[in-house]
């Protein structure tokens, strides 16, 4: 579709700080930098000992008061956070480290050193993590060094497994491949490309283990097992004031406030962080289903026409403004006719096709144009009139969609028949059992053997080809009178693709009464075996349509001429080892926000004139109507033929 | 002539879950096959998904372990190579994936990546690199200019051109394609096979072009091997394969492919293609072949001449006789 590229170009220019990051980052800086300037900020030693100011209330000398032995609680307050906050990053640094590693070559060299990655993490992550604590703090005494030593061995797992998991993932992508091809020695492959791909979920896990790690201190040095008195610690403050809670509320808020303002600032900052590093968070435009917009005139159309779309004009939203990424697009689809939409990636045949379906992704808006299309009881309705419910409505009753992919569009944890029975108990009332045996009905009807046994079957229990008869059993269950198939062969192998088009085909002589089939389509040999009409599109326009046949052996416009011309198989004679060359057409398409003035494809097309730079050409009809070319040299074509 | 790359009895099984307490069920994906590739040739593998097309290829740049009789390489023995020669072997080998998207680091600029191939084999250092590579792009039809973007400003088109542009970059001797056109346009497929074309003329490279497009795959290859479920159907010179099949298998995946202008007479196919971990006993196409006689069953069919130069793993005579 012609959305994504978009979307996804402006989601990966993100600037070096991008503008949702400053805040967190400021707030986390001041909170991680404000104990280490303690010096600076208070004159008193946190562990002078002063008896006689014992429990002092807040002064002038001392702004948060003095604690049980008379210390000056700002200083102990900032001086603890030197302690809590060095014990905690050094710890998650140690544990990211040694976690990173172990999670890295486990992943990349596999057999042992994987098993020795997961068992190891599996080991330390049984151990309930205070129990932990407490049996590494009683063998080697508490400590600030202890603590570190504990954190770490609680926190690298965490790592290990993160490590392990992205990088896996990465390993099996084709540029790691290409990189062992090249022969890169695998430190090379491990830390140059591997580890930059895996850094996202990594330093988010940071964070996260930083701030989990804050507590864990905090809980031990409570507990009388971290940090030794009367060093300061917040776990160490908290455990002092315990005992005066009721006399002196102050003194156990403070440290209190400190770790909650220090752990919020840190899961802020995390927060932030995963949508900044996440591509999918910035893709922007929810993906919510448009209704399409009112229809200008009411249409007259002849009895045998299913679904007709007049002058679609669909635009892409925009922050600099729209683009037209559909534009005037008129389709007429009859009943018992084969209509194939053929073009290739970005030229707009899928939108045009989910604008007939009501199903247009949210960043797209339908401009102008009006879609018609007829129901079962007779009359031609304008999909733009109908709210949501009644869209649904047409949905699968008189309009049905099957796609390139059959696997995403049935649920794996169901069986096949019972997604079957919902589908068509959605639409119908009728007793279940009677919905079964329609089912069943159906997995015949699209020649699946053994339908019955195949009904209580699972998704993933059937190949490709018997998944995808599936798909066009479940869209037939409500007999629509229209339905689009979007690349519906384009995965399968060709033995199976020609199964599956002979199905088709099939269907279009027996089924009902007629059915209407728009076919989308990149490959021209398919298009030529199955369609009545073709429709031509490139770069969001219709550039040329007419009977199939016609069409495929006398092309008029340029684009349709270059696009046969460069398929191999239009060319048995033509050798490489001859030197032969096929004739390719130059350069890309166009992006929507890029076409060349006048008309789209001038720029591309080896026929162009200067005139075709001036005014984009209008659809130029042949004498007899039956076909039509977005071309100002069309006429001429059009004579010779 | 001695050829490039020779391989004799390649092997490949995967584990498969279990059988039973002890036992380890295997799938064997690949079993006994043979190919050469003489210098400047290009060899095309065509098959369905599951053939072992894809398997064969990787198995070749030892990117996974596999076991064959042979596996020679331009005079050295590939399965006996140690780790360190093999590295420096790769410089004469190379592939180009099929998806342009996961195939080049998305953290990566062009000037990285192709630097990546420069200095891992001590190539163009110093002041030679840039112009080699301005001369690697312009190769690939690439303007220099755009050496310092990453691979997400590119159209597919020119990712593959950037990917081919990565393998070329330590010149090597033989190359493997896999399914290299099959993400593409066709208006794009054209270009990119051209500009492989252009390089066979221009470098005599060697290429194992693997594709399921038997169009393409007569197009720019010499040879054609045509596998199913691991094993090797036919093989023959590329016109020869694609106008005058000899294997019925070869024949239906011809008559199978869509064709612009008149419906061919096809060659109906019945049932699925079986998973490799119970493949038929005898010739594993038997199931699903219109001229399976019982002896098929019997005993999986040995690869005989088959007119000149050509091989086909068929006990029938009589069928297919066409030139």
């Known amino acids: 579709m012609t959305a994504l590229p978009l979307a996804a170009r402006r989601s990966r220019r993100l600037p070096k700080l991008p503008k949702r990051m400053i805040l967190p980052a400021v707030l986390l800086a001041l909170l991680i930098v404000t104990p280490f300037a303690a010096p600076l900020l208070t004159p008193y030693d946190p562990v002078q000992i002063s008896v006689r100011d014992r429990l002092a209330a807040p002064s002038w000398e001392h702004w948060l008061g003095q604690d049980e032995f008379g210390r000056d609680r700002l200083a102990r307050v900032l001086y603890g956070g030197q302690v809590s906050l060095t014990v905690a990053f050094v710890a998650t640094s140690i544990a990211c480290v040694i976690g990173t590693l172990f999670g890295l070559i486990g992943a990349y060299f596999r057999g042992p050193f994987e098993f020795v990655t997961t068992r190891l993490a599996d080991v330390v992550l049984c151990f309930p993590p205070i129990l932990l604590a407490l049996l590494v703090v009683t063998l080697f005494g508490p400590g600030a060094d202890t603590l570190v030593a504990v954190l770490s061995i609680l926190y690298f797992p965490a790592f290990a497994r993160i490590a392990f998991s992205e990088a896996l993932r990465v390993s099996a992508l084709d540029f790691v491949e290409a990189s062992r091809a090249l022969g890169t020695p695998s430190h090379r492959i491990v830390l140059k490309t591997i580890l930059p791909n895996i850094a996202g979920p990594v330093s988010v896990q940071y964070s996260l283990t930083a701030a989990a790690a804050i507590t864990i201190e905090s809980g031990l040095s409570f507990l009388g097992l971290g940090v030794v008195p009367p060093a300061p610690s917040w776990g160490q403050m908290i455990r002092g004031a315990r005992a005066f809670m009721n006399q002196d509320p102050l003194g156990i808020l403070i440290p209190c406030v400190a770790l909650t303002l220090t752990i919020y600032a840190i899961n802020f900052f995390c927060d932030r962080l995963r949508d900044t590093l996440d591509p999918k968070g910035n893709a922007g435009g929810k993906d919510v289903t448009s209704v399409p917009a009112p229809g200008r005139a009411p249409v007259q159309e002849e009895a045998d026409v299913i679904a007709s779309v007049r002058d679609l004009r669909l635009e892409l939203r925009h922050p600099k403004g729209a683009v037209d990424v559909i534009e005037d697009v008129s389709l007429t689809l009859r009943a018992n006719q084969c209509t194939a939409l053929v073009g290739e990636s970005g030229s707009g045949k899928s939108l045009t096709s989910l604008a007939i379906m009501g199903l247009l992704p949210g960043a797209i808006r339908q401009a102008d144009g009006a879609l018609h299309l007829r129901r079962k009881q007779g009359g031609m309705v304008d999909l733009g009139a109908l709210g949501p419910k009644a869209l649904e409505d047409v949905r699968g009753n008189d309009v049905a969609m099957i796609f390139q992919e059959p696997m995403t569009s049935l649920n794996p944890i169901h069986k096949v028949g019972a997604q079957m029975v919902e589908a068509i108990l959605s639409h119908r009332k009728m007793p279940r059992a009677e919905a079964r045996s329609r089912a069943i009905a159906l997995l015949e009807l699209v020649g699946i053997n053994e339908a019955a046994r195949r009904f209580d079957g699972y998704p993933h229990e059937m190949s490709g080809g018997m998944r995808q008869r599936v798909m066009i059993a479940m869209a037939l269950t409500c007999e629509p009178r229209l339905l689009i198939a979007d690349e519906p062969t384009t995965a399968l192998d060709v033995t199976i693709q020609a199964e599956i088009i002979e199905l088709l085909q099939k269907l279009r002589q027996d089924y009902a009464d007629g059915l209407s089939l728009l076919f989308i389509s990149h490959n021209l040999g398919i298009v030529s075996e199955i369609a009545d009409r073709v429709v031509v599109m490139y770069s969001g326009q219709v550039v040329e349509e007419g009977p199939a046949q016609q069409v495929l052996t006398d092309p008029h416009h340029p684009y349709t001429r270059a696009l046969m011309e460069s398929m191999p198989s239009a060319h048995a004679d033509l050798h490489s080892a001859r030197g032969d060359r096929l004739q390719a057409i130059s350069g890309t398409p166009p992006l929507p926000d890029a076409r060349p003035s006048g008309c789209s494809f001038r720029d591309r097309c080896p026929m162009a004139l200067p005139a075709c730079a001036e005014a984009r050409p209008p659809l130029f009809a042949s004498a007899d109507g039956s076909r039509a070319a977005r071309c100002i040299r069309a006429p001429e074509a059009q004579e010779a033929a | ?323």
């Open chain 2, 1 to 323: 002539m001695t050829p490039l790359l020779e391989v004799r009895g390649l092997n490949k099984s995967y584990p498969a879950g279990r059988k039973g307490l002890f036992g380890k069920r295997m799938m064997q994906v690949l079993r006994d096959v043979s190919l050469t590739v003489q210098p400047g040739e290009v060899l095309g593998l065509v098959g369905e998904s599951g053939s072992g097309k894809s398997t064969i290829g990787k198995a070749i740049l030892r990117l996974i372990p596999s076991s064959s009789q042979a596996m020679r390489f331009d005079g050295q023995d590939l399965n006996t190579l140690p780790s360190a020669d093999l590295r420096r072997l790769r410089k004469d080998m190379q592939i180009i994936f099929q998806d342009p998207y996961a195939s080049l680091d998305p953290r990566k600029t062009v000037r990285a990546v192709l630097s990546e191939a420069l200095d891992t084999h001590d190539l163009h250092r110093g002041a030679a690199r840039q112009p080699r590579l301005t001369a690697l792009m312009e190769m690939v039809g690439l303007n220099p200019i755009f050496l310092d973007r990453r691979p997400h400003e590119f159209s597919g088109g020119q990712r593959q051109r950037i990917g081919i542009a990565r393998a070329l970059a330590v010149e090597p001797k033989f190359i493997v394609c896999d399914e290299a056109v099959s993400a593409l346009d066709v208006s794009i497929q054209a270009q990119v096979l051209n500009l492989l074309a252009d390089l066979r003329a221009k470098t005599g490279i060697s290429l194992l072009f693997i594709s399921h497009d038997l169009s393409v795959v007569r197009y720019i290859s010499d040879r054609v091997m045509v596998l199913y479920l691991g094993r090797v159907m036919e093989v023959g010179g590329a016109d020869q394969v694609h106008f005058a099949p000899r294997h019925p298998y070869t024949a239906a995946l011809i008559s199978a492919e869509p064709s612009l202008g008149h419906a061919p007479d096809r060659i109906r196919l019945t049932g699925e293609i079986p998973s490799p971990l119970t493949p038929p006993s005898g010739c594993v196409f038997r199931s699903r072949c219109p001229y399976a006689l019982p002896a098929c069953a019997e005993t999986a069919p040995e690869l005989r001449p088959a007119g000149e130069g050509r091989l086909k793993a068929c006990i029938r005579d009589d069928i297919l006789q066409g030139t």
